[in-house]
């Protein structure tokens, strides 16, 4: 029962760093991309890769490793257990579009923010921020299913 309780913590925490890092990193990337002509965005631009690395990598690997032992230990099949097979393709699609077009954005944002080439970083900034809130929906869908437990 110890190792349940520890379990279900881990991943709550996992949960909170994650989702919760993805939520505000959203909004408060907005705010300074609106005052970049008066603040250093570039320096927003790097604290969004660090969150990511620190909270939004080291949480989502906390609430997966988590949630595959608490599923082993409680002894659910992982993809016959229609919630958690439908949690995980949800937090595969928003990795997906992670790794294919927000990390790409997020380079192009610390590697040219304050160039000649502004129009780069304004387009990057744009794709950034629709497919960040894009690859947020699902997250929150399957944070759904792991408090509703949809069949």
Sequence with gaps: MALDALLKTAHVIGAILFVGNVIVTGIWSAIFWRARHTHDFQ?????IVITDWWFTVGGGALLTSSGI???????????NTPWIRQALVALSV????????????QRTMVRHTGSADND???????????????????????????VAKPT
């Design 43 to 47: 320096r927003a631009a790097r604290a």
């Design 69 to 79: 032992a608490l599923a082993l230990l409680r002894g659910l099949p992982l993809w």
């Design 94 to 105: 928003s990795t997906l579009l992670w790794l294919v077009v927000l990390v790409p954005a």
């Design 120 to 146: 780069m970083v304004v387009r990057a900034y744009g794709r950034w921020n629709l497919w960040g809130w894009t690859a947020t929906v699902p997250l929150v869908y399957a944070l759904w299913c792991m």
